[in-house]
């Protein structure tokens, strides 16, 4: 199943399927240097890649997960470009999780103002999430994906057969943006995820593929839509509906040093704003039940041991704040996105303490 992005800055498709690696050659283009940057950890990954790759290839290990979006990181990767006689016709390979294509992607988009980049990656999450759609980035002490840039990737293999070696925690995690998906867009997510969650984790099933390619599918549309974010006003949301749960669930990997999951994260910010939502926009409570009921089901967490007050500077530093406000992103109903603009302190505290309650 392939899913075609209508970007702006440049269109291209997701390849979701078993085997989806192998199309690697037909996409290396007139390159006469392949750099592969994968993580350091997963080396079979990079063995993988490379050995479909007839021309001149650099293999660029990089630290595990978020360790790898750092400026030192990134530094290390654009060294070895440079030591390898990167030019602009080659082109950079990211072969792993969210964390290191966010990473690759941010290194294509920055060698030489704009190399071609190929995105593989390699757990759930970066399947139905981080590889598509353009944000590339890295972490800065003050807070998470703070630089980056929106570049397209010339295409995106999604191969299925990479989730069968995933830990239980980076399936689950992976599914809090496919449930996310459900929330802000597609009813049928939810539903698949109602009707078995236990199936809703098996990697090898055909209800995990339907999901995968549901979120991706979510995913291309908005892109599509207001790629650089850019259009919301009101409940008329655009891409910030994506960052549905993010708003607190970055605070929470912040203030964890990164030891949690994205999606682990995100399942508690998403339980925060459904709480938000029913208190400032009228979200059915039963709403807010299923989001507990799905994601706490998937094994993922509904509250984080942190006071509010510990988290709320960080939140300042969202990147949908404007000014000294936040702007968070709820839901009225399924389906229905809304910015909230300048929230009671009140009710946001006492949403959070309810989690913690
Ligand atoms: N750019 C975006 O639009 C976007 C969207 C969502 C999330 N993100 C970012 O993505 C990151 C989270 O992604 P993630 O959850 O994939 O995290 P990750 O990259 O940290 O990977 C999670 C773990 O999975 C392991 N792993 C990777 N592939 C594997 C495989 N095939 N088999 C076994 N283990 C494997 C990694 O080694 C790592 O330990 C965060 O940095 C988040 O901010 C970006
Ligand atoms: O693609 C988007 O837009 C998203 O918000 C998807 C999020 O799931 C993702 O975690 C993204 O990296 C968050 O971006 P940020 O701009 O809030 O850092
Ligand atoms: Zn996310």
Redesign the pocket.
């Known amino acids: 199943m392939s899913i075609h992005v209508a970007s702006a800055l440049g269109p291209y498709d997701v390849h979701i399927e078993p085997g989806a690696v192998r199309r690697l050659p037909g996409l290396l283009g007139d390159a006469s240097r392949v750099a592969v940057i994968h993580?350091a950890?997963?080396p079979s990954?990079a063995e993988r890649v490379a050995g479909l790759i007839d021309r001149e290839v650099t293999l660029i290990g990089v630290p595990?997960?978020?360790a790898?979006?750092t400026p030192a990181v990134l530094a290390d990767c654009w060294d070895a470009l440079a030591d390898a006689g990167f030019t602009r016709n080659d082109l950079v390979v990211g072969v792993?999780?969210?964390?290191?294509?966010?990473l690759a992607?941010f290194v294509a988009a920055s060698w030489l103002r704009g190399v071609a980049y190929v995105s593989i990656?390699?757990?759930?999450?970066?399947m139905v999430?981080?590889?598509?759609?353009?944000?590339?980035?890295i972490?800065l002490a003050a807070g998470?994906?703070l630089v980056?840039a929106f570049y397209e990737p010339r295409a995106v293999l999604c191969d299925l057969d990479?989730?069968?070696?995933?830990?239980d925690v980076?399936v689950a995690?992976?599914l809090a943006?496919v449930i996310k998906c459900g929330f802000i867009a597609d009813p049928e997510i939810l539903r698949l995820a109602q009707e078995n969650l236990a199936d809703c984790r098996d990697v090898t099933g055909p209800r995990f593929a339907d999901l995968v390619t549901r979120a991706v599918a979510v995913?291309a549309r908005v892109v599509a839509a207001d790629l650089r974010e850019a259009t919301s006003h009101g409940d008329r949301v655009g891409r910030e509906a994506?960052n549905y749960g993010h708003t607190l669930g970055?605070a929470v990997?912040k203030h964890a040093h990164?030891t949690w999951?994205?999606?682990q994260a995100i399942s508690v910010g998403m339980a925060w704003i459904a709480r938000v939502s029913r208190d400032l926009l009228g979200l059915d409570p039963a709403l807010v039940g299923l989001h507990d009921d799905l994601l706490g089901g998937l094994g993922l967490p509904l509250s984080y041991p942190a006071s509010y007050d510990e988290l709320r500077p960080i939140m300042s530093l969202d990147k949908k704040a404007r000014g000294t406000t936040l702007r968070l992103v709820g839901i009225t109903a399924q389906g229905h996105p809304a910015i909230i603009d300048t929230p009671d302190e009140a009710i946001l505290r006492s949403a959070y303490d309810e989690l913690a309650g």
Do not use: I, Q, W, Y
């Not at 792993?96 to 966010?102: E, N, P, Q, R």
């Not at 990656?121 to 970066?126: A, H, I």
């Open positions: 993580p950890s997963l990954l595990d997960a978020e790898a979006k792993g999780g969210g964390a290191t294509t966010d992607g990656p390699s757990t759930v999450l970066g999430d981080a590889a598509v759609g353009g944000k590339t980035g972490n998470k994906n980056g990479f989730c069968r070696t995933l830990a980076d995690s992976g943006e995913k994506l970055h990997e990164f999951r994205h999606g």
